[in-house]
Each structure stands twice: as structure tokens, then as C-alpha cells.
């Protein structure tokens, strides 16, 4: 079956604008996370769903950030005000169920840079 | 809080040969599992390798294995008959146990390993 996928794959935006990053999951999986990739970093934690219930959102960097899932399924990241600092490698990935054992699936990525 | 370190930021290793990659780790939690993360040039991120704390036996998979130290907090991948296709960004990961109402993964800066023919 189809992996995660993630769109935009790349996105160029000028400070200030809005963005929105689409993540489509294993279907069936219950658990979604969102990171953040600097260049040359580890991925960092942003937020995860179990489900539309968005359980842990304290990896959000600022009020500018924000996420849902409102069926459960696919999930958008929206940065309002993009900052150059926003730039990175923005990750999604599901996991079957909310075990803390279970493997993650990733997506590529949305590459944005903030212009 | 959680900390993973990785202080190699690039090894290389000659195909065929065997090559360990190290991870230490913070912690006060007893149960926990540690990952590691396989991240192609270009390429989607793949799980490796995970280890339960609460299991002394270290995990294997095929080439892969772990030296998991608990006292130590260490969590070392030793990769055997490395291959080409071995060439990746590798990243040591900490997830909480289900006991402590957290879901976040913690991910080290990762290792590049360059496979040399």
C-alpha cells in the first residue's frame, strides 16, 4: 500500500505569509506526528494526534504554529507570519497505534524556505 | 528532561567491514525504547532497529545489532558487512514509556555514515 505522503514538496514563501502543509498517512494508522528538521539537526517534535485528538502539541514553537486533523486522517500544518527561522524540512509520520513502540512511517518532507 | 546525544557527526567505513555508531542518552525513567532511524540521501526516514529498556537482551536485525548498556544509558548500532546501500544519516531516537502520558520522540543530530567501495 501507499506510504505517507506530504505536499507541497517544496515551498518558497516571503515573510509574512501564511503557509499550510498537507500530510496524508498510512491509511488506518492512529497515530500522527509532525517534526521540524533544521538543516544538518535531528528532527524535532512537534505535535502529535491520536486520531483527531490532538494529545501533545508542546513541541509547537510559538502561537504562530498550528495543526489539526479533523477526520482523523489527513493532518495540516499551518505557520502563519512565516519567519526566516521557519525554514526547514517539515516531517510527518503515523504510526499504527499509539504504542510507544511502534515503528513510525515518514513521509520526504515539505522542504519550506522563508525568504 | 530527555537528552540523546551523538558526538561522531561522520564515520566512514570500508564495505564489507563492521562499523559501530554510538548514542548516549538522560534519563530518570526506568521504561523507555530507544530507535534507531535510517535517513537516505533524498530519501524517506526508516526505522532500523528498536530496543525496549526493559529487556536486556539486545535487539538484532539481520546485519544490525545494538550494544544496549542501561547503566551506562548508552545505545550503540553496530552495523556488520556493510553495504553501499548503508550510506545514510543515522539518527538514535528516546521515546517515554506508556506510563508517562508523554508521545514525543527525542532524536539525537544524527551520525552520516560514508560507505566506502
Known amino acids: 500500500g501507499a506510504g505517507v505522503s506530504q505536499s507541497p514538496r517544496y515551498k518558497v514563501a516571503k515573510r509574512g505569509q501564511d503557509v499550510a502543509l498537507r500530510c496524508d498517512p498510512i491509511s488506518g494508522h492512529v497515530s500522527l506526528f509532525w517534526y521540524q528538521q533544521a538543516l544538518g539537526q535531528g528532527p524535532e517534535f512537534l505535535t502529535y494526534f491520536q486520531n483527531e485528538a490532538q494529545l501533545d502539541k508542546s513541541g509547537l514553537p510559538s502561537d504562530r504554529f498550528f495543526a489539526e486533523r479533523p477526520e482523523g486522517s489527513v493532518s495540516t500544518l499551518k505557520i502563519q507570519r512565516t519567519q526566516q527561522e521557519d525554514s526547514a524540512v517539515y516531517l510527518c509520520?503515523?504510526?499504527?497505534?499509539?504504542?510507544?513502540?511502534?515503528?513510525?512511517?515518514f513521509g520526504p518532507g515539505t522542504r519550506l524556505l522563508v525568504l | 528532561a530527555q537528552t540523546v546525544t551523538q558526538s561522531q557527526p561522520e564515520m566512514s567505513v570500508q564495505e564489507a567491514e563492521t562499523v559501530t555508531l554510538s548514542c548516549t542518552y538522560d534519563t530518570s525513567e526506568s521504561d523507555y525504547y530507544l530507535f534507531w532511524y535510517k535517513q537516505p540521501p533524498s530519501r524517506q526516514m526508516i526505522l532500523v532497529i528498536r530496543?525496549?529498556?526493559?529487556?536486556?537482551q539486545n535487539a538484532t536485525e539481520n546485519r544490525f545489532s545494538v550494544n544496549f548498556q542501561k547503566a551506562a544509558k548508552s545505545f550503540s548500532l553496530k552495523i556488520s558487512d556493510s553495504q553501499l546501500g548503508d550510506a545514510a544519516m543515522y539518527f538514535c531516537?528516546?521515546?517515554?514509556?506508556?506510563?508517562?502520558?508523554?508521545?514525543?520522540?527525542?532524536f539525537g543530530t544524527g551520525t552520516r555514515l560514508k560507505v566506502l567501495a
Open positions: 531516537a528516546y521515546r517515554s514509556g506508556v506510563t508517562s502520558g508523554t508521545y514525543k520522540y527525542i
Open positions: 530496543q525496549e529498556a526493559y529487556k536486556q
Open positions: 509520520a503515523s504510526s499504527l497505534d499509539n504504542a510507544p513502540g511502534e515503528t513510525q512511517y
